[in-house]
C-alpha cells in the first residue's frame, strides 16, 4: 500500500519527463526511482531556491564545469517541475562506490572544488566604503567579544568556589585570548593591504561543501551535488564552513587538513589578502566565546554537565583549528622569505 502510495504521488511529476516509475525508494531528501530507462534521483526544493540555483548551474555547464551531476531537462525543456507548491528535479542516481579512502575523498573534492572557483571566478567592484564598513563592523565586535572574556574571567576568578564551567573556561581563557588576538591582527593586516582597493574577487560557491555532496558514478569520477544554496560570494564562504565541520571531532594535530587547504590553492591560489582574511576568520574563536556567553547569561538551561562537555568540544574544534592555522601560518612566511631571498640575490646578481 505504501509503494503504491509513493508511485501515485511521483507519477504527476514524472510523466513531465515521459518516465513511468516502476519502484519508488525514500531516502532522506531524494527519492530513488526504478523506471524502464534507468535508476534516477527525484531531488525537492523550496521554490524560492529554484531559480538562482538553476542558474548558477547553468552557468557552471556554460563554462566548462562538467563535474556536477547532471540535472534533467523535462520533454519541454524545463529544468524543474512545480507540483503542489514543491519544486522537484531529476538526476541520474550514481552508485557512490566509495573507492577510495576518505584522505583521498576529500583531495579530489577540494581539487574539484578549486576548479569550480577558477571557472567561475571574476572581478566585482567593492566601494571602498563599504570595506571600511564591514572592517570596522567587524572590529568592533571582536572588540566586544575580548570585553566580554576579560570580564568574564574577572568575574570567574572573584569567586570563592568556582563553578565545573567557571574552572574549565578559567584554563581554557588564555587560548581563547591568544586566537581572539591572532584573528583580529590578520584582520587589520588585511584592511592595510586591501583599503585602497575598488576591486575584489568572487566565485559561485556551492553553499554546502561536504563529502555528502560530492557523489561518485560507477567509473570513479567525482561530482557536485546539492547545489540549492550556490551563490556568487568569496570562496571562503565555501571553505571555512567545510573546515570547522571536518576538524569538530577530537584533539588531534590535522595534518591531512593542511595538505586539503594546499590541494585547494594548488588549482586556485589566494592572493596575500586574501590569505589573511582566510587565517583571520579561520582563527577565529567565535563557537567557544559563544559557549562562554550562552552560559554566563544562562540561556539554553542545558544544565551543569551538559554545559561543560559542549565548552570542552569547542575547546577541541578551537585547538584542532589553531593546529592548522599555525602551520599555515608558518608555511607562508617560509614561502614570503624565500621569495624575498630570490629576490635579493637576482638583485644582487645584476648589480654585479
Known sequence: MEEKNRLRKVSPILN???????????????????????????????????????????????KGYNRIVPIYPTVDGRYAVLHQNELFYLMPWLSNEEKEDRFERHQQMLRELARLHTLSSREVPIKKEDRTEHYEKTLQEWEKEKEFLDGFIEACERKEYMSPFELMFSLYYHDVSQALKFSTNKLKDWYEKTKESDKARTVIIHGKVSTEHFLYDDRGYGYFTNFENARQGSPLHDL???????????PKRS???????????????????????????????????????HYYKGEGKRGERKAVQHLQRQYWLLKNIEYAVMRIDEIERQKQEAKAAAEAQAQEGAQS
Open 240 to 250: 571555512l564552513p567545510f573546515l570547522s565541520r571536518t576538524l569538530k571531532t577530537y
Open 16 to 62: 513531465h519527463y515521459s518516465l513511468e516509475p516502476h519502484f519508488v525508494e525514500d531516502f532522506v531528501r531524494v527519492q530513488k526511482i526504478y523506471s524502464s530507462k534507468g535508476v534516477f534521483a527525484l531531488k525537492k526544493i523550496k521554490p524560492q531556491h529554484g531559480a538562482d540555483f538553476i542558474r548558477h548551474v547553468q552557468t557552471l555547464f556554460q
Open 255 to 293: 595534518e591531512e587538513c593542511v595538505e586539503w587547504i594546499y590541494t585547494y590553492m594548488k588549482y586556485f591560489p589566494f592572493r596575500e589578502e586574501e590569505m589573511l582574511l582566510f587565517l583571520s576568520y579561520f582563527a577565529h574563536p567565535g563557537p567557544i566565546i559563544r559557549a562562554a556567553e
